[in-house]
């Protein structure tokens, strides 16, 4: 492994541009990215192994629009161009918007980064009977341009011999140079004259970014000997006139170089089969037909039938219950006997028979299907769609319809959707958000469980959707009524409808289905040993006695207590303990039950990255407000369901 | 004239972009909506969905009332 040339690739663009099935196609590996699976939300790191000699680390990063970044996502991406010397950043972007996005690509080659410019979705370009020309662009710019189509694999051996042929500095650069209007070149001179220090970007954008505000910059040059100085010049001037008029400058340029190498090749065909799809998944009445329809298909039939019906029993009870569970009980029952160490393993609580049991028989099954239909949404270009049609409502409860992505993830895991808040763009939106995952988003299992235990009956099935759809927008409209700052805005590029590749779908379904085993099945089984040892200290009995109050004062059997003392283990071990005592529990005692527990304090994996995300002192607040809210819904829904004779 | 009262099915030159709020003027900016692109209303409930370059936006009324627009050609 000696002797190697080691070289570091970013890979940088606007959000779905395709980085991420760039970056697989590059390092032709999912399953060692150690990544969070949804929306990029940290970097990734891959490696590239070309030949004996060469060893390439391929860096994909979140979105980003700018090196003048607002988000925090933008800001990961700054910092790792900033701070990890690349020897090549790829920037990557969607071709049939090459005018918007070029901008960036003349800022980074304005910083002095040997860039390569990849130009993915080339056949949506060509669709819409568009063509570049590419020798010609990488001529004018002064550095190489690749077509690719990242989904297909297409382009990807012309990139790889770029990047070596940029990594080992064979490539000659001859970057393009444009200069702003006097007044911004004497300002831009005036300030990167005082820098004295040595950067890894330009001295020119640097100033720029200082000049346009930026908060980053002004740390970079803390050391500098001038800084008071400098900081008196951008105390005189105006950053937000800056900004707009370098920009305005750099999509000039842009526009002027693709004018020229831009080609219309005659008019696109108007109407067809996927411009009306579109036209109706956006339209303001239509688009709620079509959410509700991939409700109906999606989560009921698909998730709910299919996954935690078929697939469940077929599992549960065919392999579990008939064949492994009879197995494990006489393995131990031999070798352990009756003693208390029987129970750690087999029986009712233990760690196979239990643990086990849970997370691969009832668990695993609704949730690999939950994750497939979500994969084929993501995929489809849907999921802006459906941001863009509950916006409204949304605004309502203090959010905006960036936040359906957590929330519609938070019904795969909340764990998962809890980190990917981190993609909301204000700190109130993710408090929110966070609180209503805690609270009223029921995750896949959970799900899963519940259509089966109510899926026989339409009336139950709807009246505990009413509920937690009462709850949800009751609880946010009084969070947003009650917690300080500014209201979220609503901004999304909207991508065409695409048909999804069932490679891709098959590969990020493993890729989230894998995260999750790993994050659930050790959970599973750490709360089978504690069960254990609750049992035979008794502390179980205790804690199961004082859950039963809640539990009986909302008309349900005192035994339903030591269901809620489940739940804090994990949500979804709770609902599928539930599960197994569904026989005790009338209808209307069912509903309130799965009310309480949707409603139930977060699992410990999701508390967890509560702390991590939102601090302990709000994780605890949370998670402390949950449970009296849970008990309290559920003793006026069960009294609500007595007036109205339900049963 | 802003964004948000601009009509459906017409193309628009921005004309210039509000300051007031400075974390949206930058988000504004940042996406390439800048004084002198052409943009074309697709729709505009629930939010307001338009082209520009050669892609597709879809932005809130907040946002949208930030953007000056001018007509610049009634047919998009």
């Known amino acids: 492994m000696t002797g190697k040339n080691k070289y570091k690739v970013v890979l940088v663009g606007n959000p779905n541009v395709g980085k991420s099935v760039l970056f697989y196609n590059l390092t032709g590996n999912y ?84 860039v390569i410019l990849v130009l993915n979705m080339y056949d949506e370009l060509q669709r819409q009977n568009l063509d570049i020309q590419i020798s010609h662009l990488e ?61 890894i970007i330009s001295k020119k954008v640097l100033s720029i970014l200082l000049l346009n505000g930026d908060k980053y910059a002004m740390g970079l040059i803390a050391g500098e000997k001038d800084v008071e100085n400098i900081k008196y010049i951008l105390n005189t001037i105006d950053p937000l006139d800056i900004r707009l008029k370098t920009e305005h400058q750099r999509h000039n340029a842009a526009k002027e170089l693709m004018a020229e190498h831009l080609n219309h090749n005659g008019k696109v065909k108007k109407v067809n089969f996927a411009k009306i799809i579109d036209k109706i998944t956006m339209h303001p009445l239509f688009g709620l037909f079509t959410v509700a329809l991939i409700l109906y298909i999606g989560f009921y039939k698909f998730v709910g039938q299919f996954g935690a019906g078929y697939l ?48 691969i028989a009832i668990v695993l099954p609704i949730v690999a299907t939950f ?159 504690l069960i254990w040892i609750g049992k035979i200290t008794k502390i179980f009995d205790i804690l199961t006695y004082i859950f039963s109050y809640p539990a009986t ?72 407000s949950v449970i009296p809210f849970a008990f309290l819904s559920g003793i006026v829904i069960n009294i609500l369901l007595l007036l109205l004779r339900f049963n | 004239m802003k964004l948000t009262i601009a009509d459906l099915n017409k193309t628009y030159l921005v004309e210039s972009i509000d300051k007031k709020d400075k974390n949206a003027f930058k988000k504004i900016c940042s996406l390439g909506i800048l004084p002198g692109v052409e943009v074309a209303i697709i729709q505009k409930t629930p939010s307001i969905v338009f082209q520009v370059y050669n892609g597709i936006f879809a932005i809130d009324s907040y946002l949208g009332d930030k953007i000056n627009v001018k007509l610049y050609r009634s047919q998009s």
């Open chain 1, 31 to 114: 399953s060692a990215v150690s990544n969070y699976p949804g929306t990029t939300i940290d970097y990734t790191t891959g490696k590239m192994n070309i030949g004996e000699h060469h060893e390439i680390t391929v860096i994909d990063t979140p979105g980003l629009y700018n090196l003048m970044t607002i988000s925090e996502e933008e800001n990961v991406t700054k910092h790792i161009l900033f701070d990890e010397k690349p020897d090549v950043v790829v920037h990557v972007v969607d071709a049939k918007n090459i005018q918007r996005m070029l901008p960036l690509t003349l800022q980074l080659i304005e910083a002095k980064f040997p």
């Open chain 1, 139 to 199: 001529h004018d710019l002064g550095i190489p341009v690749v077509e690719t189509v990242a989904v297909k694999g297409i382009g990807t051996k012309n990139l790889r011999s770029r990047i070596i042929s940029i990594a080992e500095k064979r490539y000659k650069f001859d970057p393009i140079l444009f200069s702003y209007a006097n007044e911004i070149e004497d300002l831009i001179e005036e300030v990167s004259g005082k820098l004295q220090n040595d950067y």
């Open chain 1, 371 to 529: 994750f497939f239909m979500f994969c084929i949404i993501e995929d489809s270009g849907y999921l802006v769609r459906l941001s863009m049609i509950l916006d409204r409502i949304f605004k309502k409860i203090g959010l905006s319809g960036r936040s359906v992505i957590p929330i519609v993830l938070g019904l795969g895991c909340g764990t998962m959707a809890t980190l990917v808040t981190r993609t909301l763009e204000t700190v109130r939106e993710r408090y929110l958000v966070t609180f209503l995952l805690a609270l009223t988003i029921p995750c896949s299992a959970q799900l899963g469980v519940i259509l089966g235990l109510l899926g026989t009956s339409f009336t139950a099935l709807a009246t505990w959707l009413i509920s937690i759809t009462v709850i949800f927008l009751v609880a946010g409209a009084i969070l947003n009524r009650y917690t300080k700052g500014n209201p979220a805005t609503f901004f999304m590029e909207v991508p065409p409808l695409r048909f999804p590749k069932i490679g891709n779908v098959l590969r990020k379904t493993y890729s989230r289905l894998k995260w999750y085993a790993m994050e659930i099945i050790p959970i599973f089984l750490l709360a089978s040993v």
């Open chain 1, 312 to 359: 469940v029993d077929l599992v549960e009870v065919k392999l579990f219950e008939n064949m492994l569970t009879p197995f494990i009980n006489n393995l131990f029952h031999k070798f352990l006997g009756n003693s208390v160490f029987f129970d750690l393993f087999a029986g009712d609580y233990g760690l196979f028979t239990l643990g086990l049991r849970y997370s």
């Open chain 1, 553 to 624: 004062w909302a008309g349900l059997p005192a035994d339903v207590g030591e269901i809620f003392l489940y739940g804090f283990f994990r949500r979804d071990f709770g609902i599928a303990g539930l599960y197994d005592m569904k026989e005790l529990l009338d209808l209307r005692q069912l509903i309130v039950s799965c009310i309480i527990l949707t409603l139930f304090v977060p699992c410990i994996a999701q508390f967890t990255i509560m702390i991590k995300e939102r601090g302990f002192k709000v994780a605890s607040i949370i998670f402390l």
